[in-house]
């Protein structure tokens, strides 16, 4: 068994197909075949499904699978100690994320981080709050965006409460009110925001019993954010999420106020890579130096 064959089942489960897996690697389909087979022999256990949908793990590789990552993850952590008694800071930092985060965030992160740690490279999964939640769990990310507190087996730190609000055209009657209540849009068309972490919007419409009229249903909140600029409906979304935008729409606070909150996870903090625990202390560090302290406790 080597660190090779482990990657190569990595990958292959990453990618869904042997021959996309092997695209990517730079293998024949046929050479990561002949490795994948060759690690199921070594453990006399078969690892993978394969079918036409693609493969997936068996019940017996998923037993194994948390072991497999831990072995990837200590050689990632003895390159980075190498690299560093040779005067060199590097590591490779795979992070779940969603929309705003990656576009608001992890520029302005990456850029200060990679100031000190030239050598440290970052793959980015975007996916729902559950997904990348999954995927730290199994080790294949080394820390996630998620909400705050997860229900997922995680160890996480508090970041950030969001105060979620109320978009209309700023030609709407409603763009003129100081605050609105959640019953005022019961009979309001609605477009709905499926970012990844939208448990929290869920979350207070379902604890205030409000079923609102979701016209349309979109996953890219430029994509929202334009409906509701040409007055196709309201829409609640985070203050976070609508930095940037320079569309004609008017944002009004929710009445009583209402937070989407975050928090970065990992699986355990003391199997970081130090790369990876050095990029959780920055990100912390970073959305405090950012915004009030009175939004960096949980509220709501």
Sequence with gaps: MNILQYEAL???LEYGTLSRAAEEMGYTQS????????????LNITLLERDRAGVRLTPEGEVVMPYIMDV?????????VVGQINGQQMGLIRIGTFNSAS????????REFTEDHPDVRFELVHGTDEETATLTESGRLDLTFTDYPTK??????????????CIFASDDPYAKRKSIRLEELKNLPYV???EGVDDEITRILAVNKIELNARFVESDDHAVVAMVEQ???TSLMSEMMLQGFKENVTQVPLDPPAY???????????????AASAFMEHVKRWVAARYPEERQVPLG
């Excluded at 990837?72 to 980075?80: G, M, P, T």
């Excluded at 576009?103 to 990456?110: A, E, H, K, N, Y």
């Excluded at 997922?152 to 609000?165: M, R």
């Excluded at 928090?263 to 970081?272: E, H, P, T, W, Y």
């Design 152 to 165: 997922y087996d995680l160890q996480e730190d508090f970041l950030l409460s969001d105060p979620i609000v």
């Design 31 to 42: 050479g990561l075949s002949r490795m994948i087979n060759g690690l199921e022999e070594q």
């Design 260 to 274: 989407r909150k975050l928090g970065i996870a990992c699986r355990d903090k003391d199997k970081l890579s130090l």
């Design 192 to 194: 709905a925001l499926n």
């Design 10 to 12: 990595v990958k292959t």
């Design 72 to 80: 990837l993850n200590a050689q990632k952590s003895l390159e980075e």
């Design 231 to 233: 007055g196709l409906g």
């Design 103 to 110: 576009s608001q965030w992890l520029p302005g992160m990456i």
